[in-house]
């Protein structure tokens, strides 16, 4: 899951990027690590108390990141290659684990010929469209993010001019 933050909707998002845009680089970087370092631990803490299983917790929360540029911050979740335990890589199981599968039937045999159906044992939980652990996490999150997004610009700007002018 890849999700981004639009400055489109927000006259202060639309600010801090033209601000982003026409600084030093030394302190767009500086700006750009502050902002993962507070970003990555509230999307971290927003994602936990969404997950109510083991494998959601692995795959989605054990696996958030954030990436920063001075465009967006994007938020990410169950995108690493990392093998569990099962040799399944993590990003294979990310889709089923977030929104869910739909359990199937299938039909067996005994070995005297009479045939049985039965349900697949799905261990994700009932499909749903709108997800049960980042989406949800995301749609809670996102206003925190953007303004501490919008707070750390203006206070390291804030900053670097105090500096200059001592």
């Given at each position: 899951?890849?999700?981004?933050?639009?400055?489109?909707?927000?006259?202060?998002?639309?600010?801090?990027?033209?601000?982003?845009?026409?600084?030093?680089?030394?302190?767009?970087?500086?700006?750009?690590?502050?902002?993962?370092?507070?970003?990555?631990?509230?999307?971290?803490?927003?994602?936990?108390?969404?997950?109510?299983?083991?494998?959601?917790?692995?795959?989605?929360?054990?696996?958030?990141?954030?990436?920063?540029?001075?465009?967006?911050?994007?938020?990410k979740s169950?995108?690493?290659?990392?093998?569990?335990?099962?040799?399944?890589?993590?990003?294979?199981?990310?889709?089923?684990?977030?929104?869910?599968?739909?359990?199937?039937?299938?039909?067996?045999?005994?070995?005297?010929?009479?045939?049985?159906?039965?349900?697949?044992?799905?261990?994700?939980?009932?499909?749903?469209?709108?997800?049960?652990?980042?989406?949800?996490?995301?749609?809670d999150v996102?206003?925190?993010?953007?303004?501490?997004?919008?707070?750390?610009?203006?206070?390291?700007?804030?900053?670097?001019?105090?500096?200059?002018?001592?």
């Open positions: 899951m890849l999700m981004r933050i639009s400055v489109f909707e927000s006259p202060q998002l639309q600010a801090t990027m033209l601000a982003l845009r026409g600084m030093d680089r030394e302190l767009a970087a500086q700006i750009r690590k502050a902002t993962k370092t507070v970003t990555v631990n509230e999307w971290r803490a927003a994602l936990a108390p969404h997950a109510t299983t083991p494998l959601e917790k692995t795959v989605l929360v054990g696996s958030a990141r954030v990436a920063v540029t001075n465009k967006n911050v994007s938020l169950g995108q690493l290659a990392k093998k569990l335990s099962s040799g399944a890589p993590l990003y294979s199981l990310t889709r089923g684990t977030e929104f869910g599968s739909t359990p199937r039937q299938i039909t067996t045999s005994s070995s005297t010929g009479k045939s049985y159906k039965r349900s697949t044992g799905a261990p994700f939980r009932a499909r749903k469209q709108t997800g049960y652990v980042a989406y949800p996490a995301a749609a996102i206003p925190r993010i953007a303004a501490l997004w919008v707070a750390t610009v203006v206070r390291t700007f804030h900053e670097a001019l105090d500096e200059g002018a001592q």
